[in-house]
């Protein structure tokens, strides 16, 4: 079975441009995570879909970040413009059920801006 | 806004050495669970326990868990160079929220 797939892995990109994440998450699981991480710190909660809705953005910069899950499957996650403190990696993760089961996270998107 | 802190933030044993991670939350959960990181990879699920267990193992692996003191411990058991990474803990109330980690450093 397929894990979750984030692409890019890594994204240099100089401050006021835009970038987008994809990710892909493992089949049938309908619970997606967004998660930013910055060096030597845990994941922070960016925003959760339960399938297509987004339940939880209460932490997502909605001046620059956006984010959708189409279909309930792929989600993208987009800054622009991008800032010099959004350098970090971005951390998908999806989960079969919200209230109690494991999380499955991607690779990682490490993005650095300049 | 993150949830739970891990102690020690670092760690450094000789492989053999048993290894214990502590993390105390603020909130009631409905469960806890334990995720590991290797240096530029995403975290792996290692075990979750839930509100109403108090202690699980799993291979190497021992977690207790204290409701009322809202702490939970991993203990890793004759560690390898391998268990080399980060720990986390994670609570799930409405979401999952980490902590700041753990670093284990194994020295062969």
């Known amino acids: 079975e397929a894990g979750v797939v984030q692409s890019p892995r890594y994204k240099i990109i100089e401050k006021k441009q835009p970038v987008a994440f994809w990710c892909n998450p493992i089949s049938g699981h309908n619970t997606l995570y967004w998660y930013r991480q910055n060096l030597g710190q845990g994941p922070e909660l960016l925003i959760r879909y339960e399938n297509e809705e987004a339940v939880d953005d209460s932490q997502l910069p909605k001046d620059r970040f956006s984010a959708e899950r189409l279909k309930g499957v792929d989600s993208t996650l987009k800054i622009q413009p991008a800032e010099l403190g959004d350098s970090a990696v971005y951390l998908c993760?999806?989960?079969?059920?919200?209230?109690?089961?494991?999380?499955?996270f991607g690779e990682g998107s490490r993005l650095t801006v300049l | 806004s993150q949830q739970g802190e891990e102690d020690p933030q670092a760690l450094s044993i000789q492989e053999g050495e048993n290894a214990t991670m502590n993390c105390s939350y603020k909130t009631s959960i409905n469960n806890l669970q334990w995720y590991r990181q290797n240096s530029g990879r995403g975290l792996v699920h290692l075990i979750l326990i839930r509100s109403n267990e108090r202690e699980k193992h799993s291979g190497r692996l021992r977690v207790t868990l204290d409701t009322s003191k809202k702490s939970s411990s991993l203990l890793i058991t004759a560690s390898r160079a391998a268990d080399t990474a980060s720990y986390f803990c994670?609570?799930?109330?409405?979401?999952?929220?980490f902590g700041a980690g753990t670093r284990l450093t194994v020295k062969p």
């Open positions: 993760a999806s989960s079969l059920y919200r209230n109690t089961g494991e999380l499955f």
């Open positions: 994670a609570t799930f109330t409405n979401d999952m929220r």
